[in-house]
């Protein structure tokens, strides 16, 4: 079991800055990647930014070049346990709940997926 704790987000006017944060706890060797996906009350949840326990990082066309994801990992172990996503230039369509994933094994994504409890995030004109 992965457990995991997000901080960050609230709310921002246009064109700010914020940056949200998850921490990773319990068999975090077990995790392939970790990432975040957002959602709008209405719509699915979908994929913001991930990166894997190698570096491999993935975004939504929507905030590419305005999001930037990085990842650490746990002392002297390979393991990513915390994620960062920086995200510049906000718009009012960021407007989401944004819910921090982590997914595993190495060797079958998504096999288990491991969900936060969501963090608010508001972008007003």
């Known amino acids: 079991q992965v457990q995991l704790v997000e901080s960050g987000g609230g709310l921002v006017q246009a064109g700010g800055s914020l940056r949200l944060s998850c921490a990773a706890s319990?068999?975090?060797?077990?995790?392939?990647?970790m990432g975040w996906y957002r959602q709008v009350p209405g719509s699915q949840r979908e994929l913001v930014a991930t990166?894997?326990?190698?570096?491999?990082?993935?975004?939504?066309?929507?905030v590419r070049g305005r999001f930037t994801i990085s990842g650490d990992s746990a002392k002297n172990t390979p393991d990513l346990n915390t994620v960062y996503l920086e995200m510049n230039n906000l718009r009012p369509e960021d407007t989401a709940v944004y819910y921090c994933?982590?997914?595993?094994?190495?060797?079958?994504?998504?096999?288990?997926?491991?969900w936060g409890q969501g963090t608010q995030v508001t972008v007003s004109p």
């Open positions: 994933n982590a997914d595993g094994p190495n060797w079958h994504p998504h096999l288990y997926d491991y």
């Open positions: 319990g068999s975090t060797s077990n995790i392939r990647a």
């Open positions: 990166i894997t326990r190698g570096g491999s990082t993935r975004y939504a066309d929507s």
